[in-house]
Structures are given as C-alpha cells and as structure tokens.
C-alpha cells in the first residue's frame, strides 16, 4: 500500500465540504463587505453634504435678515422703488452680501426676481440679468422648500468616476420670504412668513472635502480588502492543516486495515504452512538419516555415496526451508534482556566479513565509540539485521558500499542500511514484505516478512526505499523502552 494515495471517499468528501466552507466563508465576506464598505462611503458623503445644506440655510437665514433690515425695509420706509441693476443699490446690497458670507466658503450668491424670472443679483457681474434656469430645487424653493444639488464634473460609473479629477459644487436654493406692498402705490407693506418675492442661491465649493471622502473610501476598500484577503490566508491555512491531519487519518485507517487483513491473512497462512511443515519435517530427517547410513555402509560403492551425498544435501536445504515456514508461522516469543544495540550489529558485520572480503565491499558505519542500550531479543535482532545485510550483499553485483548508520531519537532508535547496489524497482518495493514474494532466482520469499514479523514484535517498523538502478534503504526504528 502505498501512503501517499488516499481513496476513502468518505473522507475525501469531508476535505470538500472544508474547502467549500473555505470559499464560500471568502464569498459571503465578498459579497457583504463591498456593498457595507459602499454604504458607509455614501453616508459619509451625505452627512457632509447635509452639513453643507445646513449651512446654506444658516447663511441664508442671517442673509436674509441683513437684506430685509438694512436694504428692504430702509428702501419701502423712504418708499424708494427697489432697483438692483442701479449701481448705487448694487453698491448696497453688495456689502450686505459680502459681510454675510465673509469666512465661509461661499464661491457665488445669486437672487432671483422670481416675478420676471432673471437674476437680479449676483456675486458674478456677468450673470446680472441672465434668465432662471428652471430646475427641480429652484422649483422647490419657490413653493417654500429649501433644497440642494450636487454639480461635479466627473462621469462614468460612481466607483470609477472617483479617480477623474473635477470641481465639485453644492447649490442651495433658498426662499426669500416675508415683506411685500399692501397697495399699487406702495404707500404702505406687511409682513408675511409665507410670502415669498425670491429665491437665494449658494454655490460652495466641496472640491475639499469630497477628495477627502473619496480618499475615505479608498481607506475603507483597502482595509476590506485587506481584512478579507488576511481572513482568507487565515481559512486557506486551517483548510491546509485540515487536509494534513485528514489524509494523515485516512493513512493511518488504511495502514490499519492493511495490516489487519494481513494479519487475517498470515494468521491462516501461517496454521496451513506449520500443519504442513510439521508432516513433511519428520520424514525429512527420516530420509536424511537413513541417506547417512547409507553412506557411511561398508558395502556401497563411490556410486552410491554420491548419490546419498545429494540426497543429504538436498535435504538439509528442505529442512532450512521448513524450518523458515515454522518461523513465519509461529509468532516469536521474545526474550527480552539488557543489550547494546551496536554490539549486536557489529556481530552481524563481523560474522560477513568473508563475505564482504571476498566480493570486494566496503562498509561504513557510525557505530564505534557509540552506545545504543536497551531491552531486547538479541537473537531475534541479530537474525533480522543479517537477513537485511545478506539482501544488501545479494543486491552489490561488482564492488560496492554499505552504508550503517544508527541514530538516537527522543523515544526510539532509527538504524538505516543502505547499500548502491541494483536497487528494487516501484512495482516491487511494496510487495517484499509479503509473505512468498521473491526476486530471487532462489528463496521462499519468507525472510522480510519475518524479520518484519521479528521488528514489530519489539514494537517496531520497518521501511524500504529504492530506486531500480540506485541501491536501497532499509529504516528501522525500535523503541527505547520495551
């Protein structure tokens, strides 16, 4: 089995659902946090431009005043014909406007005859006498209603249109209300409230303050933005860590359902494999023995001891191999006691020796001036890291390296042995600890699956790692305390 494939679909379905709660937590904060970072722009903007009316009303209230006392009034009480376009009149009520809107950011005051619908009055000479535009708030005003208008240059679409840079103007219209003749010859005049003989106009310039809003509603884009964008990184995090410990779990269920079935597995091989090896072991010694006493009988010719010498080596081979399937078929019964890891792999190294000589291999390892104590089987270790050596030996075709090395972890012992030699290809490496499986001309297949059988039996694992052509790696670990 190999662990990085994760089939569960159960579980692959949960990992989806955890990347679809991802996205659409990114969407929902998407689709919500525009249209509220929007509103909150918009409601800046009408707040500063409520400010602004406000402040028109003011100004015209008190403008007002100052025209009704001291230019209306002055002018019916010497029952003098009210003439803007007279230069001294003019004069007058251009001192009373200034006055008024002397520290404020007043651009233009305009006032309308409503009664010839032109401009009697205005901050700008060149507008005297120019003709009332007829828009929607100047109609309001002369039903007695105060009201504004945006002007701006700027066009497109509202987000866009921020960028352009243009003037941007509130006009308030006011009502000019109360004072008006009782008779043609205006020898007399009363005051009403609801009268109304004009309209003021105040043009103020908010260029100022709504490049200030804009530059709000970039800050408040950006942090939204940015808070997303951190909200997201912080999901896609806890999305990553989901599907590390998912699949790690997933991994862990699938090894465990592996080595169960394999164990389900072994546990009948192994009942069919003792049953046979026992009722073919007691004839085999039979057959050998009876082959020796053959041989050595003063009667039988060369003839006949060459032929019992074949028939006793072959079956001393038989005996090996039904010895084997009586290992694999038995759990081993460990027989812990005190004992130095090193020394048990150096007996392994010193024992193939010869063997190392003769086939020209060099050996490295870490272990001398090292102590690796703990409680183990030492007999079981020293068969199972022989039969790791000899696969190492077996796979060195010309001269070659082996590599020991051992390592002190936190809770356990990691020891790797790693040869050069032919390596094992993709489609067999996951195969070598199955019970039977060779690639081999000669064997039972049975050595890795014991000394795996021998390696958890002290709570242990073991791993394999190769390359067809590049040698391989075998890691053990086994823990420090039984």
């Known amino acids: 089995m190999n662990p990085s494939q994760v089939d569960d679909p159960f579980e692959g379905k949960k990992f989806k659902l955890v990347k679809y709660f991802a996205w659409a937590s990114f969407m929902v904060l998407a689709i919500f946090s525009f249209p509220f970072s929007a509103i909150v722009s918009q409601q800046t903007k009408e707040i500063l431009e409520e400010s602004y009316e406000n402040r028109s009303r003011l100004i015209g209230k008190n403008l007002h005043f100052q025209i009704t006392q001291n230019f209306i009034l002055p002018m019916m009480l010497s029952r003098r014909p009210i003439q803007?376009?007279?230069?001294?009149?003019?004069k007058q009520i251009n001192k009373i406007v200034n006055n008024t809107i002397q520290g404020f950011n007043i651009e233009l005051v305009n006032i309308y005859d409503i009664g010839k619908n032109i401009i009697a009055y205005s901050t700008d000479p060149q507008l005297f006498g120019n003709e009332v535009e007829q828009s929607l708030e100047y109609k309001k005003a002369l039903a007695g209603d105060v009201s504004s208008v945006l002007i701006s240059q700027r066009s497109g679409w509202w987000f866009f249109n921020q960028l352009a840079e243009a003037k941007v103007q509130l006009k308030t219209f006011v009502p000019l209300k109360g004072v008006y003749y009782l008779d043609p010859d205006k020898e007399s005049f009363a005051f009403d409230?609801?009268?109304?003989f004009g309209v003021f106009e105040f043009t103020q310039d908010m260029t100022k303050e709504y490049k200030g809003i804009i530059r709000f509603q970039y800050l408040v884009f950006g942090l939204t933005i940015l808070i997303m964008g951190l909200i997201f990184v912080v999901l896609l995090l806890v999305v990553r860590k989901a599907e590390v410990m998912i699949e790690n779990r997933v991994v862990e269920q699938q090894e465990l359902e592996a080595q169960l079935n394999q164990a389900e597995r072994l546990a009948t091989l192994g009942e069919m494999v003792a049953g046979v090896s026992h009722e073919i072991k007691n004839p085999l010694g039979i057959i050998r023995s009876t082959a020796e006493l053959l041989a050595e009988t003063a009667e039988s010719n060369q003839q006949s001891k060459?032929?019992?010498?074949?028939?006793?080596?072959?079956?001393?081979?038989?005996?090996?191999?039904?010895?084997?399937?009586?290992?694999?078929?038995?759990?081993p019964t460990l027989n812990l006691q005190d004992c130095k890891l090193e020394e048990i792999l150096q007996k392994n190294l010193n024992f193939l020796q010869p063997e190392f000589e003769k086939r020209g291999i060099r050996v490295q390892s870490n272990l001398q001036g090292r102590t690796f104590e703990f409680q183990a089987d030492q007999d079981l270790l020293y068969r199972a890291f022989l039969n790791i050596m000899l696969n190492a030996v077996q796979a060195i075709n010309k001269e070659g390296l082996i590599?020991?090395?051992?390592?002190?972890?936190?809770?356990y012992y990691e020891i790797e042995i790693e040869d050069n030699g032919s390596g094992i290809s993709p489609e067999n490496i996951q195969k070598l600890f199955n019970p039977f499986f060779t690639t081999k001309e000669r064997g039972t297949g049975l050595g890795l699956s014991i000394v795996k059988k021998i390696i958890e039996s002290h709570r242990g694992t073991i791993k394999l790692e190769s390359l067809k052509g590049q040698g391989t790696k075998v890691r053990v670990r086994l823990p420090r305390q039984p």
């Open 403 to 411: 590599q020991i090395r051992a390592a002190k972890e936190k809770d």
């Open 193 to 196: 409230p609801n009268y109304i």
């Open 306 to 331: 060459r032929l019992s010498g074949v028939i006793i080596e072959e079956a001393t081979r038989l005996n090996n191999i039904v010895t084997e399937f009586l290992d694999f078929a038995r759990p």
């Open 84 to 90: 803007l376009s007279n230069p001294e009149q003019n």
